[in-house]
């Protein structure tokens, strides 16, 4: 069964360093997604992509972060200059997006810490 | 921002019982809602879902109903089994776009 890949599954840094989270999606999936968790908090949206450019972003989505799809399969999400609220389990997601159906499949997961 | 909220962060279930798990939602723009369940240092896996358009959608033992007027979701589970006990999120949208996701319910079913 496909499934959404990510890694690595635990990324370590100090803050201020640039981190770049790799995702593959489904491969005819068209849109993709970043989401965190900080733990003991809700997931929240981050980013959403489709047609190779952003769809939308949220407030936590600030010039810190950016996402790219460099080639047909990977999706990416670096942050330029990590902080230690950056610390979260970062997840990417994707979906097929057809007529009525707009289920999100989810990815294992990234755990970045920052120290 | 609340717009999802799962108001029971636990339940505790008896094995073979039904497990019914409780989502309340105010932004009447939403019109897809979905169930996810969540382990420990795993990402959430996609259980079941619903359009607005229906009241109700079953997938082997899960049940998902909606109640539009009271903004209202649950999720049936039964009967309930040992391998159920994870964290369930209920989520919504507005079609293909972000999902808004609840606390989470973390349930736990009995032997």
């Known amino acids: 069964e496909p499934e959404v890949t990510q890694t690595p599954s635990h990324q370590v840094t100090q803050m201020g360093q640039e981190v770049i989270l790799r995702c593959v999606p489904i491969s005819n999936h068209l849109y993709f997604y970043w989401y965190r968790q900080i733990l003991g908090q809700k997931v929240e949206f981050l980013v959403s992509?489709?047609?190779?450019?952003?769809?939308?972003k949220s407030e936590i989505f600030d010039d810190q972060f950016s996402v790219e799809r460099p080639d047909g399969s990977n999706f990416t999400l670096k942050i330029r200059s990590t902080k230690l609220e950056d610390s979260a389990m970062y997840f990417c997601?994707?979906?097929?997006?057809?007529?009525?159906?707009?289920?999100?499949?989810f990815g294992p997961g990234t755990r970045l810490t920052v120290t | 921002d609340q717009q999802v909220k799962q108001n029971s962060p636990s339940l505790s279930v008896q094995e073979g019982r039904i497990s019914i798990l409780n989502c309340d939602y105010t932004?009447?723009?939403?019109?897809?809602f979905l169930w996810y369940k969540k382990y420990p240092a795993e990402g959430p896996t996609f259980l079941i879902s619903i359009s607005s358009i229906k009241d109700k959608n079953e997938d082997g033992r899960f049940t998902v109903f909606l109640n539009k007027s009271a903004k209202h979701l649950s999720l049936h589970i039964v009967p309930s089994q040992p391998g159920d006990s994870a964290v369930y999120f209920c989520?919504?949208?507005?079609?293909?776009?972000?999902?808004?996701f609840g606390q989470g319910t973390r349930l736990t079913i009995n032997p």
């Open positions: 992509f489709y047609n190779n450019e952003i769809s939308e």
């Open positions: 932004n009447s723009m939403f019109d897809y």
């Open positions: 989520a919504a949208s507005e079609g293909a776009q972000k999902l808004v």
């Open positions: 997601a994707s979906s097929e997006t057809s007529q009525h159906t707009y289920e999100q499949y």
